[in-house]
Protein backbone atom coordinates (compact mmCIF):
# COMPACT_ATOMS: atom_id res chain seq x y z
CA UNK A 1 0.00 0.00 0.00
CA UNK A 2 1.13 3.30 -0.90
CA UNK A 3 0.61 6.21 2.10
CA UNK A 4 0.89 9.69 0.82
CA UNK A 5 0.27 13.37 2.00
CA UNK A 6 -2.84 14.73 0.93
CA UNK A 7 -0.47 18.12 0.19
CA UNK A 8 2.08 15.41 -2.19
CA UNK A 9 -1.33 14.30 -4.13
CA UNK A 10 -2.16 17.38 -4.28
CA UNK A 11 0.72 18.93 -6.07
CA UNK A 12 1.59 15.61 -8.32
CA UNK A 13 -2.59 16.35 -10.00
CA UNK A 14 -1.68 20.10 -9.80
CA UNK A 15 1.46 19.14 -12.41
CA UNK A 16 -0.54 17.03 -14.29
CA UNK A 17 -3.22 19.50 -14.89
CA UNK A 18 -0.52 22.30 -15.98
CA UNK A 19 1.20 20.19 -18.46
CA UNK A 20 -1.56 18.81 -19.30
CA UNK A 21 -2.06 17.70 -22.69
CA UNK A 22 1.08 16.12 -22.28
CA UNK A 23 2.04 13.76 -19.99
CA UNK A 24 3.76 15.47 -16.51
CA UNK A 25 6.16 13.21 -14.63
CA UNK A 26 8.49 13.14 -11.62
CA UNK A 27 9.57 11.76 -8.34
CA UNK A 28 8.70 12.13 -4.74
CA UNK A 29 11.78 11.28 -2.46
CA UNK A 30 12.06 9.73 0.75
CA UNK A 31 14.93 8.41 3.09
CA UNK A 32 16.25 5.36 1.91
CA UNK A 33 14.33 2.21 4.04
CA UNK A 34 11.77 4.62 4.98
CA UNK A 35 8.35 3.63 2.78
CA UNK A 36 7.47 7.42 3.06
CA UNK A 37 7.42 9.67 0.32
CA UNK A 38 8.18 13.23 1.61
CA UNK A 39 9.83 15.80 -0.68
CA UNK A 40 7.89 15.95 -3.96
CA UNK A 41 10.45 16.37 -7.27
CA UNK A 42 8.42 17.52 -10.79
CA UNK A 43 10.50 16.74 -13.48
CA UNK A 44 10.41 17.81 -17.26
CA UNK A 45 8.69 15.81 -19.53
CA UNK A 46 11.65 15.85 -22.50
CA UNK A 47 8.97 14.09 -25.05
CA UNK A 48 7.03 16.60 -24.35
CA UNK A 49 4.41 14.02 -25.50
CA UNK A 50 0.89 13.55 -24.68
CA UNK A 51 1.39 9.65 -25.03
CA UNK A 52 4.57 9.19 -23.51
CA UNK A 53 7.04 10.62 -20.41
CA UNK A 54 10.70 10.68 -20.60
CA UNK A 55 13.07 12.25 -18.20
CA UNK A 56 15.67 14.42 -19.11
CA UNK A 57 18.92 12.78 -19.21
CA UNK A 58 20.79 15.65 -17.29
CA UNK A 59 17.81 16.11 -14.68
CA UNK A 60 17.66 12.68 -13.99
CA UNK A 61 21.16 12.54 -13.22
CA UNK A 62 21.02 15.49 -11.30
CA UNK A 63 17.99 14.40 -8.98
CA UNK A 64 19.42 10.94 -8.53
CA UNK A 65 22.72 12.51 -7.05
CA UNK A 66 20.84 14.68 -4.93
CA UNK A 67 18.61 11.94 -3.70
CA UNK A 68 22.14 9.60 -2.81
CA UNK A 69 23.69 12.94 -1.07
CA UNK A 70 20.71 13.55 1.53
CA UNK A 71 20.79 9.49 1.58
CA UNK A 72 16.96 9.31 -0.27
CA UNK A 73 15.72 6.94 -2.84
CA UNK A 74 12.78 7.29 -5.25
CA UNK A 75 10.07 6.11 -3.03
CA UNK A 76 6.93 7.51 -5.90
CA UNK A 77 7.85 7.40 -9.94
CA UNK A 78 5.00 9.49 -11.44
CA UNK A 79 3.27 10.39 -14.42
CA UNK A 80 0.10 11.00 -16.17
CA UNK A 81 -1.70 9.82 -18.90
CA UNK A 82 -4.11 12.41 -20.61
CA UNK A 83 -6.69 10.59 -23.17
CA UNK A 84 -6.65 6.82 -21.21
CA UNK A 85 -6.86 5.88 -17.58
CA UNK A 86 -4.38 5.23 -15.24
CA UNK A 87 -3.07 2.08 -16.01
CA UNK A 88 0.69 1.57 -16.88
CA UNK A 89 1.29 0.66 -20.83
CA UNK A 90 3.91 -1.55 -22.19
CA UNK A 91 6.37 1.28 -22.68
CA UNK A 92 5.64 2.21 -18.90
CA UNK A 93 6.27 -1.39 -17.91
CA UNK A 94 9.32 -1.65 -20.13
CA UNK A 95 11.02 1.49 -18.35
CA UNK A 96 10.24 0.83 -14.90
CA UNK A 97 13.81 0.26 -13.54
CA UNK A 98 12.87 1.06 -9.97
CA UNK A 99 11.80 -2.45 -8.43
CA UNK A 100 11.18 -0.69 -4.88
CA UNK A 101 9.57 2.29 -6.06
CA UNK A 102 5.53 2.83 -6.23
CA UNK A 103 4.40 3.69 -9.70
CA UNK A 104 1.74 6.31 -9.35
CA UNK A 105 -0.68 7.43 -12.28
CA UNK A 106 -2.63 10.23 -12.95
CA UNK A 107 -5.58 10.40 -15.63
CA UNK A 108 -6.49 13.78 -16.51
CA UNK A 109 -8.49 12.91 -19.25
CA UNK A 110 -11.32 14.41 -17.35
CA UNK A 111 -11.60 18.02 -16.80
CA UNK A 112 -13.28 17.91 -13.36
CA UNK A 113 -11.75 14.95 -11.86
CA UNK A 114 -8.80 12.90 -11.98
CA UNK A 115 -8.05 9.19 -11.64
CA UNK A 116 -5.25 8.32 -8.91
CA UNK A 117 -3.76 4.80 -9.13
CA UNK A 118 -0.57 3.00 -7.65
CA UNK A 119 1.44 0.10 -8.90
CA UNK A 120 4.14 -1.78 -8.47
CA UNK A 121 6.25 -3.37 -11.21
CA UNK A 122 9.05 -5.54 -11.12
CA UNK A 123 10.24 -7.86 -13.69
CA UNK A 124 7.63 -6.58 -16.09
CA UNK A 125 4.53 -7.99 -14.08
CA UNK A 126 2.25 -5.17 -12.86
CA UNK A 127 0.24 -5.42 -9.55
CA UNK A 128 -2.05 -2.20 -8.32
CA UNK A 129 -1.48 -1.53 -4.78
CA UNK A 130 -4.07 0.62 -2.72
CA UNK A 131 -3.33 4.30 -2.14
CA UNK A 132 -4.15 5.65 1.29
CA UNK A 133 -4.16 9.29 1.19
CA UNK A 134 -3.39 11.09 4.88
CA UNK A 135 -4.39 14.62 5.93
CA UNK A 136 -0.97 15.67 7.52
CA UNK A 137 0.50 12.54 8.33
CA UNK A 138 3.63 14.13 7.13
CA UNK A 139 5.34 17.32 9.13
CA UNK A 140 4.11 19.95 6.22
CA UNK A 141 7.91 22.17 6.80
CA UNK A 142 9.07 18.79 5.80
CA UNK A 143 7.32 18.13 3.01
CA UNK A 144 9.42 20.48 0.00
CA UNK A 145 8.47 20.51 -3.49
CA UNK A 146 11.33 21.85 -5.94
CA UNK A 147 11.23 22.40 -9.49
CA UNK A 148 14.01 21.72 -12.44
CA UNK A 149 14.19 23.32 -16.07
CA UNK A 150 10.64 24.14 -15.29
CA UNK A 151 9.03 27.18 -16.54
CA UNK A 152 7.29 29.32 -14.86
CA UNK A 153 9.87 30.12 -11.74
CA UNK A 154 6.49 30.00 -9.55
CA UNK A 155 4.20 27.76 -9.05
CA UNK A 156 0.34 27.62 -8.33
CA UNK A 157 0.29 23.95 -6.86
CA UNK A 158 -3.64 25.15 -6.10
CA UNK A 159 -6.21 22.72 -8.25
CA UNK A 160 -8.99 24.67 -9.67
CA UNK A 161 -12.39 23.15 -7.71
CA UNK A 162 -10.44 22.44 -4.13
Do not use: K
Amino acid sequence: MLSIDRSIIDAIVAHARRDHPDEACGVVAGLVGSETPTRHIPMDNAARSMTFYEFDSMEHLRVWREMDDRDEEPVVIYHSHTATEAYPSRTDVSFAGEPGAHYLLVSTREPDSEEIRSFRIVDGVVTEEPVRVVEAGVDPHAVQSYMFGQSPATVDYECSGR
